[in-house]
């Protein structure tokens, strides 16, 4: 997945969720921030981050922010990329061979999930539910989601549960959205509810799987998988 027209930039604050004051050339600019998480540890003050020019005619604002550095990591924080990346690795062969083929936003009971798979041989009946799940939190090295309580993405977990329950193969893919972590592992102490369901997840043959990607100022690729560390 590749960026058009990326510039730099220098974090200066975030107002709220939607928006971020940044410091581009020398002028300061109110972008828009393509991911609704807190992104405390990310978007600090002094910070350098790298945006997207708008495109559209009727946008309030000219750049999307969709990469920050920490220390020497550059962290895309693109709640958009991971399915759009996830999309193009599992076609590739990246999860299954042969790829099967994809149908995005899939609706089952009472959840949408972010794929149906469909192959020969995939399960009994050729289908398998798949959501997708963008990380951002990193601390030592290790990749943590979520980095703020998420009572959707329980729902999510209970929900290919019970898919699972009933047959259905189902999984869930953890992209980190950077380079070099160490494992995967759910964050017990933002979201212990999450955490928990997770476990319960695997245990009830939901499969669990994290890939970290390969990460630039105009690009971000799956590159291979991580340990998943769920105690």
Request: glycine letters at 8%; a positive charge; charged letters at 25%.
């Amino acid at each position: 997945m590749r960026y058009a027209e990326v510039t730099e930039g220098v974090f200066l604050k975030r107002p709220n969720r939607f928006i971020a004051h940044v410091m581009i050339n020398g002028r300061e600019e109110i972008c828009h921030v393509k991911n609704t998480g807190r992104c405390r540890e990310l978007l600090i003050p002094g910070a350098r981050v790298y945006l997207e020019k708008a495109r559209g005619l009727k946008r309030k604002t000219a750049y999307d922010l969709i990469a920050v550095e920490k220390g020497k990591r550059l962290i895309n924080m693109d709640s958009q990329a991971p399915n759009q990346v996830a999309a193009e690795w599992i076609r590739a062969g990246g999860l299954f061979d042969p790829p099967p083929s994809l149908r995005p936003e899939f609706s089952w009971g009472s959840s949408r999930f972010d794929f149906l798979l469909s192959s020969p041989g995939l399960s009994p009946s050729g289908q398998m539910l798949l959501e997708v799940k963008g990380v951002t939190l990193e601390e030592d090295g290790a990749a943590f989601f979520p980095d703020a309580p998420t009572q959707r993405g329980v729902k999510h977990l209970r929900e290919l549960i019970r898919a699972a329950g009933e047959g259905i193969r189902s999984g869930v893919l953890f992209v980190v959205q950077m380079e070099q972590v160490r494992f995967f592992s759910p964050h017990w102490e933002n979201h212990p509810d999450f955490a928990r369901a997770l476990v319960q997840a695997r245990k009830s043959g939901v499969e669990i799987w994290a890939v970290s990607c390969r990460v630039g100022p105009d690009f971000i690729k799956i590159d291979h998988s991580v340990p998943v560390h769920l105690e």
